[in-house]
């Protein structure tokens, strides 16, 4: 099973709304991180918060996360079209094993 | 420029032909990683390696194997690739600093490579 699952899979909003998704994991972390990935395209790093941080900020992302739930969730604010693509949350173990979600969907309508 | 190359980028193989895709990184990082992408499964890793001469299973290894004698190379070894292999196979690397442990111990972000479109008929 998943150590990440976001939800949800997919998400359509018109250009300028807000993007929320949410991402469930399962055991002990040390840091989440958030990735974006257009279609077919290696993953590119958005984000990563500490399992001792509660929210983090950059540009128009926003990362929660919640170690008693463990969850995280990812909010866009006043979205583009160039949002438009797959999101993922990761976690790791120290050992080195990384564990990827299925994703989130997002697009993003002009 | 500070990146993941991976190659081929595309492939087409037959059942069987022992193929491999090579992945160069050039940022001096410690950790490497392949990770295989399949629709509605999100991706998976296959193996991943530490240092070199370092390696370990990722969830779905049975079918593969890795190397890692240079820091900067990991391969990704397909002895004999069948249809189920068929996949988007992505490279990554990471800087993976360990220091103690807690939250402040690691920084692990990864660089992903452009990606291999593997098909095996």
Known sequence: ?110 | EAQVTQNPRYLITVTGKKLTVTCSQNMNHEYMSWYRQDPGLGLRQIYYSMNVEVTDKGDVPEGYKVSRKEKRNFPLILESPSPNQTSLYFCASSLRKLFGTGPESSYNEQFFGPGTRLTVL
């Open chain 1, 1 to 110: 099973s998943q150590q990440g699952e976001e939800d949800p899979q997919a998400l359509s909003i018109q250009e300028g709304e807000n993007a929320t998704m949410n991402c469930s994991y399962k055991t002990s972390i040390n840091n989440l991180q958030w990735y974006r990935q257009n279609s077919g395209r290696g993953l590119v790093h958005l984000i990563l918060i500490r399992s001792n941080e509660r929210e983090k900020h950059s540009g128009r992302l926003r990362v929660t996360l919640d170690t008693s739930k463990k969850s995280s969730s990812l909010l866009i604010t006043a979205s583009r079209a160039a949002d438009t693509a797959s999101y993922f949350c990761a976690t790791d173990t120290n050992a080195g094993k990384s564990t990827f979600g299925d994703g989130t969907t997002l697009t993003v309508k002009p």
